[in-house]
């Protein structure tokens, strides 16, 4: 029997954040090169209205400092300022084992003035 589990991570944008600052992230995003199955990270409008994208296992892997330092960088070119922090801590039980999973936030500020 296979146990293996496939972890995915979403990062989704709620808030005031423009389809120019999404278009400017996906344009920097497309510049890093795939690496396994990685794939090239798009933010795209869910059915919640926020844009999001899921990021697979390779992605993480091999590529997610990197994305989330171009989604910074990209961000703070824009006018953005941004903290982080934890947010909450889920406990999940499967028959494999228990997991803690801490949620990551990058909280965006952008002054008016």
Same mark, same amino acid.
């Given at each position: 029997?296979?146990?293996?589990?496939?972890?995915?991570?979403?990062?989704?944008?709620?808030?005031?954040?423009?389809?120019d600052d999404i278009n400017l992230i996906n344009n920097r995003l497309a510049t890093i090169s795939a690496?396994?199955?990685?794939? &090239?990270?798009? %933010? @795209?409008?869910?059915?919640?209205? #926020?844009?999001?994208?899921?990021?697979?296992?390779?992605?993480? =892997?091999?590529?997610?400092?990197?994305?989330?330092?171009?989604?910074?960088?990209?961000?703070?070119?824009?006018?953005? &300022?941004?903290? %982080? @922090?934890?947010?909450?801590?889920? #406990?999940?039980?499967?028959?494999?084992?228990?997991?803690?999973? =801490?949620?990551?936030?990058?909280?965006?500020?952008?002054s008016n003035a």
């Open positions: 029997m296979d146990t293996r589990v496939t972890n995915e991570k979403s990062l989704s944008f709620h808030g005031s954040i423009t389809q690496a396994g199955k990685s794939g &090239t990270p798009q %933010f @795209q409008m869910n059915q919640f209205g #926020h844009y999001s994208y899921t990021m697979n296992h390779d992605a993480q =892997k091999y590529r997610e400092e990197d994305y989330t330092v171009c989604v910074l960088d990209a961000m703070e070119s824009r006018g953005w &300022t941004y903290k %982080f @922090q934890y947010d909450s801590e889920n #406990h999940s039980a499967k028959f494999t084992g228990s997991s803690y999973t =801490k949620k990551e936030c990058f909280l965006f500020h952008k």
